[in-house]
């Protein structure tokens, strides 16, 4: 993604003073809201017109894809109109000829604002837009975009946050908890945890239901993975190694956004593995700075603008990952998992706190940078579904199976009956 020049130069003059960037990030903010503010007054609530939202506007995936698609696909939804919020509209105006009664909206623009005010429902997995603020009449379902490893919202320790940005954090989730009608829950080990970390008010519910973005993974069959496969133009008779890392706070760049630096040998595991195996390369969509692998063309595939991760999970034989929430939902698949944390006491300092200890993790643990082809050569060939993976999904994925319809059942019932 690249960024504005002009931009770039002013968020690299406001990071130089935490006093003038919580300024200017408080007047964006008031602007925004004055924007929405202005739709509210001139229109009503529209209880058949739903808003969906993924990752800020960046991509069709995710809970909020799985739940469009479900009522897509149910007459009972018919007489809903489904809006799509995206930062590159003209890339996703299939939707509109795909499905009916649906539109694409430009991300912040003017229709994005009038939009957000008149619909009867906003489906997200991502905090609220700035200045984005609940009417009556409105319901807000939030998904969320994964089980957490890393503490998140008011949990995060103080120690880790300036006071400006303590209170910032605990403004932001305060609002959201405030506003929350829905959150949608893989596991009581979720609902523990958001209730806690968004400051839920009494009025939110929280559905054990299971994760609506998980559905793919219990319904695709052998036909829907040689697809992915061929639109992947993955070879055939090579072993796939989705490698998915996290962002780092350290990696932020000012003016850019977070970058990627690399901590495993891609050299090395090409030497090795090259014969037998290619690698899916997914980066966290924080990171805004591209990644040149010309030089592994054949062997290394960049899928880190590839919408639906879930394509991704289905032609994986293997997973290395380090301190990303996709080990839960890949672990639905009881396909093997390697966790590669190379700079774990480094990250485990940053970070301050996990939510529980390594011993959890369903697959092995490497915490020193280093080759780690052969881990990956022994993981593929010792791999047994064993009963530290079972107890993983006992407490974190005790619902394996596709929930959409349920879902949308809960949230939209109430609402229905009263029409």
């Known amino acids: 993604m690249s960024v504005n ?32 503010r202005r739709y509210t007054v001139t229109n009503r609530v529209d209880p058949h017109l739903v808003v969906f939202e993924s990752y800020l506007g960046r991509k069709y995936s995710c809970s909020p894809r799985a739940l469009f698609e479900a009522m897509a696909d149910d007459p ?17 105006r299939y939707l509109e000829q795909r499905y009916p009664n649906t539109r694409v909206v430009k991300y912040k623009s003017a229709e994005f604002y009038r939009t957000y005010a008149r619909a009867g429902y906003w489906i997200t997995n991502y905090l609220l837009p700035d200045g984005i603020r609940k009417r009556r009449g409105q319901t807000y379902v939030q998904c969320w975009h994964g089980t957490p490893l890393k503490k998140i919202g008011v949990d995060v320790p103080r120690q880790q946050l300036s006071r400006r940005e303590q209170k910032r954090t605990w403004k932001t989730y305060d609002r959201e908890g405030r506003q929350i009608d829905f959150m949608i829950s893989p596991s009581p080990f979720y609902s523990k945890v958001v209730r806690r970390a ?16 998980n559905d793919a993974l219990f319904t695709a069959d052998a036909e829907a993975v040689r697809r992915i496969r061929k639109a992947l133009g ?23 956004g977070y970058v990627w630096e690399s901590g ?26 591209a990644v040149d ?17 879930n394509d991704l999970y289905l032609v994986s034989d293997m997973l290395v990952t380090d301190y990303s929430s996709v080990f839960f939902d890949y672990a639905n698949l009881e396909r093997p ?83």
């Open 5 to 36: 020049p002009f931009k770039k130069r002013i968020l690299k003059l406001l990071n130089r003073s935490s006093g003038l960037k919580e300024t200017a990030v408080g007047v964006y903010r008031a602007v925004c809201g004055l924007r929405y």
């Open 198 to 213: 968004f400051r839920l008010r009494s009025q939110a519910k929280l559905p054990e239901l299971g994760y609506p973005r």
């Open 264 to 289: 495993i040998d891609l050299d090395r595991l090409q030497e090795k593995l090259g014969d037998k195996a290619v690698i899916l390369f997914r980066t966290h969509y924080f990171i805004t700075r």
């Open 76 to 92: 009972a939804y018919d007489g809903y109109q489904k809006v799509w919020m995206m930062t590159e509209p003209e890339k996703y």
């Open 337 to 419: 998992i390697l966790f590669y944390m190379y700079d774990y006491e480094e990250y485990a300092k940053e970070m301050q706190d996990f939510y529980f200890g390594l011993e959890w993790l369903p697959g092995p643990v490497i915490t020193e940078k280093r080759d780690i082809s052969d881990d990956i050569l022994a993981l593929f060939d010792d791999f047994t579904v064993d009963r530290k993976i079972r107890r993983f999904n006992r407490r974190f994925n005790p619902h394996r199976e596709a929930v959409s319809a349920s879902v949308l059942k809960e949230v939209f019932h109430g609402r229905q009956s009263s029409l």
């Open 234 to 256: 993955l070879p055939d008779g090579k072993k796939v190694i989705l490698y998915a890392p996290t962002w780092r706070e350290r990696d932020h760049v000012a003016g850019e």
């Open 293 to 309: 692998f010309s030089r592994y063309e054949g062997f290394l595939y960049n899928v880190s603008d590839y919408d639906e991760i």
